[in-house]
Structures are given as structure tokens and as C-alpha cells.
Nanobody
Framework: QVQLVESGGGLVQAGGSLTLSCAAS????????MAWYRQPPGKPRELVAS???????YYASSVKGRATISRDNAENTIYIQMNSLKFEDTAIYYC??????????WGQGTQVTVSS
């Protein structure tokens, strides 16, 4: 089992920035893909950004140019920095770890609320 703990959510004004952290219970070098998902109120969960163990990144079109996903292998932590936040970025943000032959793991989520 990979345990993931997110932190860094909160209330932010539109146009502001924040950084979310996700700490894993084991070396993230053993995790094939780590990602951030979000679930806006009343909507399904969606992929925001991902980063592979090799460092390749992907961004959803809705955050491209405003978000940066990164990883700190020594701290077993990934981050997502989001700038120019919009009201529609309001959601519960979840960290995900996909491990080959072991499965998918989720954090408990952290609330991000953007006030307009």
C-alpha cells in the first residue's frame, strides 16, 4: 500500500497562487506515474497533471500554462504550483500514484476554494 498525504489547500483569491504537496509513504522512484486530480462540486473527478518516474509531465488543457508539477525524490513528495487561479479551479484536489503491477492509490484530498 502506498499512502499519500496531501497538504496546501485552502482559500485563495482569484488571480492568486498556491502550491499543493503530496507526500508518499515510499520512494517515489518506485512509482511509475504520480498525478494530481481534482473534483469540482457536482462534477466528476478529472486529471489535472501528471509526472512519470522519468520526469515526463502532462497537463490538462484547463491548467496548461498556469500549473507546474514537480517532484522531490529525496523527500518522496510531488508538488503542483498553480498560478492565476480561477473560480473554476475550486475543487477537492487528490494525489494519485500508479504503480505497475500493484495498482492505483489515492490520497484523502485537499480542498481548494478560489474566491471571485
Amino acid at each position: 500500500q502506498v499512502q499519500l498525504v496531501e497538504s496546501g489547500g485552502g482559500l485563495v483569491q482569484a488571480g492568486g497562487s498556491l502550491t499543493l504537496s503530496c507526500a508518499a509513504s515510499e520512494s517515489i522512484l518506485s512509482i511509475n506515474v504520480m498525478a494530481w486530480y481534482r473534483q469540482p462540486p457536482g462534477k466528476p473527478r478529472e486529471l489535472v497533471a501528471s509526472i512519470t518516474s522519468g520526469g515526463s509531465t502532462y497537463y490538462a488543457s484547463s491548467v496548461k500554462g498556469r500549473a507546474t508539477i514537480s517532484r522531490d525524490n529525496a523527500e518522496n513528495t510531488i508538488y503542483i504550483q498553480m498560478n492565476s487561479l480561477k473560480f473554476e479551479d475550486t475543487a477537492i484536489y487528490y494525489c494519485n500514484a500508479a504503480v505497475y503491477r500493484r495498482g492505483n492509490y489515492w490520497g484523502q484530498g485537499t480542498q481548494v476554494t478560489v474566491s471571485s
